[in-house]
């Protein structure tokens, strides 16, 4: 069971990674107005009365009458499949797929910051599409639309490092670069790609093996991503994919990335600017 959240909010963040969350949720899931006694049956941890008043507290479960349920929705396969159907959905999804990968990049990146209004849950079997960014604004950063874990994600292992996280997935790129600063890493890749896009040869580092190991540059020193530099607005699909809901826009970009990327779309964005970094010159 995955969950779609604000992650603009640390305490929501905190509670879906508790041990406690998983299968507190697919309890009350499968056992809808069951009782504290039922519960604490269930689950008699140490600390969990606690975790529970908290999912109450921001809205996650709710208590009335001395019974607890769900107040999340909660998704299916059948619900995407549904809105896969939708009219509005496969118009946009054909759009989508006949842009270049430049123009696709340009017009879903400022939809990284896009957030549920409200809180759900979407069963594990569910593909859908999430994206991310690593780096910081105004300087290189990397983006990349995933549906599922992916070891070459650059993104992803920044994202994960954030949260203290080590995923055995990202094993080998953490061998070689750890918890690199993430900023200081960008920095190095930047000189990297100024150095390819003149045709020279960088000099060899860690953060040149991070490209090569991610299939982002080839031996030969070609960029196998979209580097943007500047971003144009697309007024119509715009229009097109903000009537849709946080849940329908996720599943079109899931259908999108497993249809056209095999799970995994991945470009980088710098602002081009008038005065060029003085490093980038040499």
């Known amino acids: ?8 909010k640390p305490k929501l963040y905190e509670l879906q990674t508790k041990a406690f969350f998983t299968p507190l949720m697919t309890f009350l899931q499968a056992r809808p107005n069951c009782t504290l006694r039922e519960l604490n049956q269930q689950f008699s941890e140490k600390g969990f009365v606690k975790y529970l008043e908290s999912c109450i507290e921001v809205g996650w479960i709710e208590r009335a009458d001395r019974r607890y349920q769900l107040n999340l929705p909660f998704y299916t396969q059948e619900d995407q499949q549904q809105v896969a159907k939708e009219a509005a959905v496969q118009e946009l999804l054909q759009d989508l797929l006949h842009l270049s990968q430049e123009e696709l990049a340009t017009f879903l990146q400022p939809f990284v910051t896009c957030q549920p209004e409200t809180a759900y849950l979407v069963a594990e079997d569910v593909p859908m599409g999430r994206l991310q960014v690593a780096g910081l604004p105004g300087d290189l950063q990397a983006f990349s639309l995933v549906t599922k874990p992916d070891a070459s994600d650059l993104a992803g292992y920044f994202v994960a490092n954030r ?7 990202y094993s080998q790129l953490a061998q070689l670069i750890g918890d690199v600063d993430e900023e200081y890493y960008f920095q190095q890749v930047q000189w990297i790609l100024s150095r390819v896009g003149k045709g020279k040869t960088p000099k060899a580092s860690i953060f040149y093996e991070s490209l090569l190991l991610t299939g982002i540059l080839t031996k030969e020193n070609q960029l196998t991503i979209p580097y943007l530099r500047n971003l144009s607005e697309n007024a119509e699909l715009k229009t097109k994919i903000m009537k849709l809901n946080h849940f329908e826009i996720s599943v079109l970009l899931g259908f999108l990335c497993e249809n056209r990327f095999k799970g995994l779309f991945r470009w980088f964005y710098k602002e081009k600017t008038i005065l060029a970094n003085k490093r980038e010159n040499n």
């Open 1 to 8: 069971m995955k969950i779609y959240y604000d992650t603009r």
């Open 163 to 169: 949260h203290l996280e080590e995923p055995v997935l």
